[in-house]
């Protein structure tokens, strides 16, 4: 089951888990390009980088997850792609939090936001984004 199947607004706990699991593994192999590309000079600071960053994407992956079910259980509109932008919005004010500033804080927000709206809309429109087979 994946994080589509389960409509929004229920399960929160599994969505929540489902996409900390997704993030968490984005930040896995994000961390180990960056090792790989800028070699760190003992490995125990190789295993701090490496586990600072799939940390980081973890926890983005779990606020954007409970923050998006919480929001569609209050606002009582399970469909509506604003939960999607509320809940990118506060994984993007933890960017912000971690680099002490506001300005990251802000353009992560509303960077983050727009993406979750956008893939929310996408995904309710039917959007394609890549077609499966060419049309002449």
């Known amino acids: 089951m994946g994080y589509w199947d389960i409509p929004d607004g229920t399960q ?3 969505k929540t888990w489902i ?3 997704l993030a968490a593994a984005v930040g896995a192999a994000g961390s180990a390009y960056n090792v790989v590309l800028f070699p ?3 490995v125990l600071e190789g295993i701090r980088r490496a586990g600072g960053g799939t940390l980081t994407m973890a926890s983005l992956g779990a606020i954007f997850g409970i923050t998006t079910c919480v929001t569609a259980q209050v606002r009582e ?3 509506d792609p604003i ?3 509320i809940g990118g919005c506060s994984s993007g004010i ?3 939090v971690k680099a002490h500033s506001y300005s990251t804080g802000t353009t992560a927000c509303l960077a983050l936001g727009g993406l979750a709206l956008l893939a929310k809309c ?3 429109n039917g959007w394609e984004w890549i ?3 060419p049309k002449l």
């Open 40 to 42: 760190s000079k003992t």
């Open 83 to 85: 939960n999607y932008f």
């Open 122 to 124: 996408s995904k309710k």
């Open 77 to 79: 509109k399970p469909d």
């Open 19 to 21: 996409a900390t699991k």
């Open 12 to 14: 929160c706990l599994e």
């Open 131 to 133: 077609p499966s087979e």
């Open 94 to 96: 933890l960017l912000g």
